[in-house]
């Protein structure tokens, strides 16, 4: 197990953003993999934090199961398919530092990205741009969600252009993501994180993740998300900066 109370307390935190971000603070999910590498490897944690991800997904593409665009998943999952496979690669291949450094990069870029769209900013792609474009943003996405379980930005820049209605938009992101995480679990299994220690510490999550996904649904249309936002994801670029300092350092 791990008795480390940093584990604890970033492990909590981690699944508790998680669930918000799966309840309706959609966006914030990112944040979760930087605060649990605060406390445990980043690898060893995105495994933690895999099978929950999955049992979080099921509730959405459920609700959702009538509402998606395959189209779009035909052009993109292969690409996620080729992505996840070099996610894989690179942290099968490189030094715990490495992949902590490029957690630390994504996190930093994401948050940027982020705010840059909370204040009016966009990356305007054509909405008529061709599949192999999709595809493109397909391997992207699937290598950082391999990573660091952040596969939204590369996603959100094909599909968003296409202006699809709300529910079809959910529904379609439900789907390619759940799809991602369940084509992650090899890859996992691969680098030998499905031990029974950490399976163990994934099912004491499961509660916590549970209560503070239906906290998400009762929180987004109490909280002033404007500033949540913003919050969320100054957050994630400081600790983004001190990931890549850890590695730089180490």
Not at 93 to 117: D, K, P, T, Y
Request: glycine share 10%.
């Amino acid at each position: 197990m791990h008795p480390d109370p940093l584990y604890i307390v970033c492990a909590v935190i981690a699944v508790i953003i998680s669930g918000l971000a799966k309840g309706g603070f959609a966006g914030i999910g990112a944040l979760a993999m930087p605060v649990m590498a605060l406390g445990v490897d980043p690898v060893r944690g995105a495994a933690i934090m895999l099978p929950i991800l999955i049992l979080q997904d099921a509730v959405g593409v459920w609700a959702f199961r009538k509402s998606w665009d395959g189209g779009i998943l035909r052009v993109m999952l292969p690409g996620a398919t080729i992505g996840i496979a070099l996610g894989w690669l690179f942290a099968a291949r490189v030094s715990e530092i490495a992949v902590l450094g490029a957690l630390g990069v994504i996190s930093v870029l994401f948050g940027l990205q982020r705010l840059w769209i909370e204040r009016g900013g966009a990356v305007v792609l054509p909405s008529s741009s061709p599949g192999w474009v999709g595809f493109l943003f397909g391997i992207a996405s699937g290598f950082t969600s391999q990573l660091a379980h952040a596969g939204s930005p590369p996603f959100q820049m094909w599909v968003l252009p296409k202006k699809l209605p709300r529910d079809m938009l959910v529904g379609t992101t439900a789907m390619a993501f759940a799809a991602m995480n369940w084509m992650k679990v090899p890859a996992y299994a691969a680098l030998g994180e499905f031990t029974r220690t950490n399976l163990i510490a994934t099912a004491m999550l499961v509660p916590v993740a549970v209560l503070s996904t239906f906290a998400g649904v009762r929180l987004v249309r109490r909280v002033d998300a404007a500033r949540f936002y913003t919050l969320i994801y100054v957050l994630m670029i400081l600790l983004g900066m001190k990931l890549i300092a850890d590695a730089t350092l180490a």
